[in-house]
């Protein structure tokens, strides 16, 4: 059987206490299973809104900044209906750019072993070659074309001066709520199983 990453370290930990009560150990397993945010403690805050629930701004995946979805200078974003704000956490813009970038890094790393194939590369030159296509494939394109604030406070004082009421949203991640609930049922069978 075959499981997922993201459980390996609560099965190896139930593994090693199969013995024990689930009730024992169940602080234990919470812990492990606890949503671990990408924004510190205060939580992730990906997106910004209205009180009537209008996404009014996204922060970018691609480009590290915070961008306006309405407004005299509103960037254009995808439709996602399973992200928490329903949109893609990409500009199409930076979106356009991050798909380049990718293929441009697959076609460089297939080029690589082809050089090193060719004796064109020496195998002691493989580690700089691969983070000097990492560092290209990551790097974040500039784009003056497009309203970017660097700060949510920024995009607020924007939204303001454009008429627009912001309510910050906290961000809950739906599969961290889906991965809880099933450890929870690994937990409750380990304890049926333990019974009986």
Known sequence: MTIKKAYVG????????????????????????????KAGASGIKTFLKDSDGTILGILDYYFKRWMPLVGSKAVEYGIKANSPSGFNP??????????????????????????????KLECSDIADRKVEIEVAKTEIVEELTLAMFSTKEELIDYLDSEGF????????????????????????????????
């Open 10 to 37: 609560i099965i190896d930990f139930l593994e090693s206490n199969k013995n024990k009560k689930v009730s024992t150990i169940l602080p234990e397993v919470k812990v492990l299973c606890e949503s671990k945010t």
């Open 90 to 119: 990409m500009c199409k813009k930076g979106v356009s750019y991050w798909t380049k970038q990718q293929a441009v890094a697959k076609k460089a790393m297939g080029k690589m072993l082809d050089d090193l194939e060719n004796g």
């Open 165 to 196: 009421k912001v309510e910050v949203a906290e961000v809950a991640e739906v599969a961290e709520v889906t991965e809880v609930a099933e450890v929870a049922e690994v937990a409750e069978a380990a304890e049926v199983t333990e019974e009986y």
